[in-house]
């Protein structure tokens, strides 16, 4: 073989053969689409064909293996899922072919000492109902896909046979819509691998309550129902769990399916999550005039009715989690109290000098002590404003 044909395979190797891209010491990995996603009608909402990222493992964590489910919010309608299918929420055509993996995802010991050297894959979101959906909507002009479940699906199928189905270990994970997808596919997760594997779950910012909002309306409740509703959610909701509600649409709330997962599970939340205090308690329509807008942005501009109403949020979450805190002996939790949105993800947040603490814990020195077992970890921070290890507020 001559010069110019060795020439022309090694560039047409690196043409062809997606490689991780590190940049300024930023670890990007490119995606990779599921090509015969098709054949089990899994396709994200504009019909196209679901993705993922994977960074292989290697020494002591190459046969265990890290999924993290991608937030990004839901559409419960038909206009905002149209509109969401021509973004890159709803079409892997429209989403950057290159992701970051930090945080959890980082393969760099110093800053993800437990993880670093597994298998992390980061799981693509274009469906808009947390991976949960099996529907179709045609009305002759409009097409929609609504095929979540099938999604999760077929991007476990395409993982099976490159490692994960010899697993040891597993962590399924998740922020925010991506963390509720956590507590909604954990213990079908767990199906897939060995008997003998140690398989966990996590979510990051999923823990999602049915609360009022401070004019005393249940507006995630209803947000959560039309979903459940358009997208086809319920038939893979908790079957235990719906059949024991009346109302068995209110199983995609955390805190109503949580007591039938069997699967060890870690909570990762903030009392004052943003997204809940920005559309749990506070949508627009409960506050038309602007009165919580500086709040909104800056907690130490809030008044004394306006933190009334936020430790209110926080003691509501508390208390949908205490059994959970009080009976679960395999269970882990790290309810802090930074106003905050998704923190295993961030370097800053995950682990590191600067990074949040309860009881001088980071938050990966927490999941890594629960996944390993090597001491309880069930952290519960202060009220709001103790935290002082809080330097991102409303990020």
């Not at 469906?127 to 929609?144: E, I, M, P, R, V």
């Not at 370097?347 to 009881?359: F, K, L, M, N």
Request: charged share 15%; glycine share 8%; proline share 5%.
């Amino acid at each position: 073989m001559n010069l110019n044909v060795i020439v022309a395979v090694v560039v047409a190797l690196l043409t062809f053969t997606p490689w991780p891209i590190y940049s300024q010491e930023r670890l990007l990995v490119p995606m990779t689409l599921v090509r015969n996603a098709s054949a089990i009608g899994a396709f994200c909402l504009d019909g196209s064909l679901p993705a993922y990222h994977i960074h292989r493992g290697f020494g002591s964590g190459a046969s265990n293996w890290l999924l993290q489910f991608e937030g990004g919010g839901w559409c419960n309608d038909i206009p905002s899922c149209l509109e969401r299918a021509k973004t890159r929420r709803g079409s892997t055509r429209l989403m950057s072919k290159y992701e970051v993996f930090s945080g959890i995802l980082s393969n760099n010991a110093s800053l993800n000492p437990d993880f670093y050297n597994w298998n992390r894959v980061k799981i693509r979101y274009c469906d808009g109902a947390s991976f949960a959906g099996d529907a179709t909507f045609d009305n002759g002009t409009s097409l929609l896909y609504f095929r979540g479940q099938k999604i999760w699906e077929a991007i476990i199928l395409d993982l099976l046979p490159k490692g994960l189905g010899r697993a040891r270990k597993a962590l399924l994970s998740g922020c925010s819509a991506g963390g509720l997808a956590s507590f909604l596919h954990c213990d079908n997760f767990t199906k897939y691998l060995p008997e003998n594997a140690s398989v966990k779950c996590l979510s990051d910012a999923g823990f999602f309550l049915d609360e009022k909002d401070i004019s005393l309306n249940y507006t995630m409740r209803s947000f959560y129902t039309d979903l459940v509703s358009l997208q086809g959610v319920e038939q893979n909701l908790d079957t235990n769990c719906t059949s024991s509600l009346k109302l068995p649409q209110l199983c995609i709330f955390p805190q109503y399916a949580l007591k039938f997962i069997t699967t060890p599970f870690f909570i990762l939340n903030s009392a004052y999550d943003v997204y809940q205090f920005h559309h749990a308690l506070l949508p627009p329509s409960a506050d038309p005039h602007g009165h919580w807008n500086r709040c909104k942005l800056n907690p130490a501009a809030c008044n004394a009715n306006q933190i009334e109403s936020l430790q209110g949020l926080r003691r509501d979450m508390l208390l949908a989690l205490r059994a959970f805190l009080n009976g679960s002996t395999s269970g882990g939790m790290f309810i802090n109290s930074c106003f905050a949105h998704c923190q295993s993800e961030s370097q800053d947040t995950w682990y590191g000098v600067d990074a949040p603490r309860i009881h001088n814990k980071t938050i990966a020195e927490a999941v890594g002590d629960w996944y390993f077992s090597r001491r309880v970890a069930k952290e519960i921070d202060c009220a709001y404003p103790c935290d002082s290890t809080c330097h991102n507020l409303i990020p």
